[in-house]
C-alpha cells in the first residue's frame, strides 16, 4: 500500500522542548517537503529536499531542523527557538522538484505546544 | 518565489448554487495547479494546467488557465454537500500556495 505516512496525527507538548514530527514515504519519490499551515491560512513552506543530503530553507525555517539520511524519510524537529510552534504539520512529496510534478501529501500532524 | 493571490477567501454558498475561485499572480506562470483540501484533512491534487489558454473539466468542475498564464480559475456547477473544503492554488515552484479559498455550503 503506497503512500506518505506523517506520525504522531496529535502532539502535544510542553513550551521550551524540541519535537520530532515523522514523515516517511514508499513512493520512490526524490522530493520532500515540509508545510506549516495556521487556522484558516494557506500553506507556508519550512523545508525541502531534492534529494538524499540534501535540503534548502523554505520561507519560514527559523526555529525548525530537517535531516534527510534516506530517501523514505524526512523528519522535521521543532526546535524551542520556534516561537509560535503550535500548528498544523503537513509534510508532501513528489517524483522530483520538477514544477509539475504532483505533490502527495501526508494526513499532518497537529501540534500544540501548551 | 512566485506567489498567487486567491479570492475570495471565504464563500458561502446554497447547495446547488455555483461557485468560482480565481487565482492571480503578477508574474507568468508555466503551470499552475490545483488542490482541495477537506475540513480536517490534507491536501489532495485536483488537476494540473499548463498551456495558455487551457480549459479543463472534472464532472462539475472547470478549470482555467489565462492567455497570459497569469490567472487561473476554479468554477464548480450546482456544488453538492461533498464540495465543502478549501480549494488551492499552487504556483509551479510550491513555494506559497495560494492562500486558498474556503467554501461551506447550506444544505
Known amino acids: 500500500d503506497g503512500g506518505i505516512t506523517q506520525s504522531p496525527k496529535y502532539l502535544f507538548r510542553k513550551e521550551g522542548q524540541n519535537v520530532t514530527l515523522s514523515c516517511e514515504q514508499n513512493l520512490n519519490h526524490d522530493a520532500m517537503y515540509w508545510y506549516r499551515q495556521d487556522p484558516g491560512q494557506g500553506l507556508r513552506l519550512i523545508y525541502y529536499s531534492q534529494i538524499v543530503n540534501d535540503f534548502q530553507k523554505g520561507d519560514i525555517a527559523e526555529g525548525y531542523s530537517v535531516s534527510r539520511e534516506k530517501k523514505e524519510s524526512f523528519p522535521l524537529t521543532v526546535t524551542s527557538a520556534q516561537k509560535n510552534p503550535t500548528a498544523f504539520y503537513l509534510c508532501?512529496?513528489?517524483?522530483?522538484?520538477?514544477?509539475?510534478?504532483?505533490?502527495?501529501f501526508g494526513p499532518g500532524t497537529r501540534l500544540t505546544v501548551l | 518565489g512566485q506567489q498567487v493571490m486567491q479570492i475570495p477567501q471565504y464563500q458561502h454558498v446554497q447547495e446547488g448554487e455555483d461557485f468560482t475561485t480565481y487565482c492571480n499572480s503578477s508574474?507568468?506562470?508555466?503551470?499552475i495547479q490545483w488542490y482541495k483540501q477537506r475540513p480536517g484533512g490534507h491536501p489532495v491534487f485536483l488537476i494540473q494546467l499548463v498551456k495558455s489558454g487551457e480549459v479543463k473539466k472534472q464532472k462539475r468542475l472547470t478549470f482555467q488557465f489565462g492567455e497570459a498564464k497569469k490567472n487561473s480559475s476554479l468554477h464548480i456547477t450546482a456544488t453538492q454537500t461533498t464540495d465543502v473544503g478549501t480549494y488551492f492554488c499552487?504556483?509551479?515552484?510550491?513555494?506559497?500556495f495560494g492562500q486558498g479559498t474556503r467554501l461551506t455550503i447550506n444544505p
Open positions: 508532501a512529496s513528489s517524483l522530483t522538484e520538477t514544477s509539475t510534478d504532483t505533490q502527495y
Open positions: 499552487a504556483p509551479p515552484q510550491k513555494l506559497v
Open positions: 508574474t507568468t506562470l508555466s503551470n
